[in-house]
Each structure stands twice: as C-alpha cells, then as structure tokens.
C-alpha cells in the first residue's frame, strides 16, 4: 500500500499558485519525500524532494512540517502546460519506490 | 542529451510468444528501475536494479524477469506474456545518492 495520501483531484487558475497537499504521517526520519508528475502518458518526471528543510528549484517549492507528518508542493505561477497528476513519494527501503494514485491538477484560463 | 531509451514503443504480440522490452540510459546511472501502469492502478513498481547484477523484486514481479549485465541497459523480458501483462511500461534510472529518476517514454504492450 502506498504511504502518502493525496487528494485525487484538485482545480487552479492560470497565474495562480498550485498548492498540492500530501500526507505521509509515517514516514520515518531517514526518508525522503519526492514529487513526480505525469503529463497524460509520458513517463513521469521528477520535480523536486526533501528531508525535513524546505526546498526550491526552477520548477517549484516543497514546504515540509516540521513533524514531516506532511508536505505541500507549490508551484507558484501554474500554467496551462502545468495540468498533469502529480504523485507524492515517499522513499521506502533502498529504491522500491512505491507511487499512489496522485492527484490530478487541472490548470484553466 | 541526457536520457533513458526504451524500444520500442509500442508492441502488439500473442500469448506465450517470449518478448523483451530494452531499456537503456546514457547518464551512467546506478539504479535503474521498471514500472507498469495501468488504469486506475498507478504506477507499480515491477523490478529495479541497484548496480550490475544487483537485481531485487518490486511489487509486481510476477512473469517478469530483468537482468544488469552492463550499467547502461536493463532489459525487462517476459518468457510467456499473458493478457494481464498489458500494460504501459516505463524504465527509469537515477544515480547513487538521493536525486530522483529519469523515465523513458514508454513502452505499450498488448498482448492478444
């Protein structure tokens, strides 16, 4: 089963800032949290990850609680070429990763 | 350009015909990983590969086999493919450490 929780959907306007929530109240304290997006059925990719600081790239931002019971991926200005499902992971043993149903950020005008 | 190859993309065969999808990467990654996705299912993971033969069991790993003679490919073959193995298929590969992976394309498989 997997570890994280997301809901399965969620809407943003263009411009605005996507906030997609995850929870993972039983991660351990050597595991990461990773988020990955899938534009319809290309192969996912790799957005951005985390222990417990909070972290920035060119794509997004991961905001992680300080329990690291949960974590928020923002993107702060979604466009339309941003509407994709976008999974949360949490790292589990060496690589078995395990990918839950994500949730599905649609981008409108 | 950095990526992960797989071949082919798209592929219709029969019950019990003996098949193999390569995988191959140009980053020389360590890890390397399949993944089958099929509707309301999400992403699951098949078989991954932490360095030359050193091969370990997903979740699914049933009818599948893998093999890492080489760092660059990780060939995912199926000796006797049944209808339940249609799926699409995704290689990915990352280095040692904590960066995330680098998925391929894609493979669709049918199998009739």
């Known amino acids: 089963d997997a570890k994280t929780t997301q809901p399965p959907s969620m809407d943003c306007a263009e411009g605005r800032a996507a906030n997609l929530p995850c929870n993972h109240s039983t991660i351990s304290g050597n595991e990461y949290v990773y988020w990955y997006r899938q534009i319809h059925s290309q192969g996912p990719q790799y957005i951005i990850h985390?222990?417990?600081n909070n972290e920035t790239n060119e794509m997004a931002s991961l905001i992680i609680t300080e329990d690291r019971k949960s974590s928020t991926l923002i993107l702060p200005h979604a466009t339309l070429r941003d509407t994709a499902v976008y999974y949360c992971i949490v790292r589990v043993d060496t690589d078995k990763l395990i990918f839950g149903t994500g949730t599905r950020l649609q981008v409108f005008p | 350009e950095a990526q992960v190859t797989q071949n082919p993309r798209y592929l219709i065969t029969v019950t019990g015909k003996k098949l193999t999808v390569t995988c191959s990467q140009n980053m020389n990654h360590e890890y390397m990983s399949w993944y089958r996705q099929d509707p309301g299912l999400g992403l699951r993971q098949i078989y991954y590969?932490?360095?030359?033969?050193?091969?370990d069991k997903g979740d699914v790993p049933e009818g599948y086999k893998v093999s890492r003679k080489e760092k660059r490919n990780f060939p995912l073959i199926l000796e006797s493919p049944s209808p339940n193995q249609t799926s699409l298929y995704f290689c990915?590969?990352?280095?040692?450490?904590?960066?995330?992976?680098?998925f391929g394309s894609g493979t669709r498989l049918t199998v009739v």
């Open positions: 990915a590969s990352r280095s040692a450490g904590i960066g995330g992976y680098t």
């Open positions: 985390g222990l417990k």
């Open positions: 590969s932490m360095n030359v033969e050193v091969t």
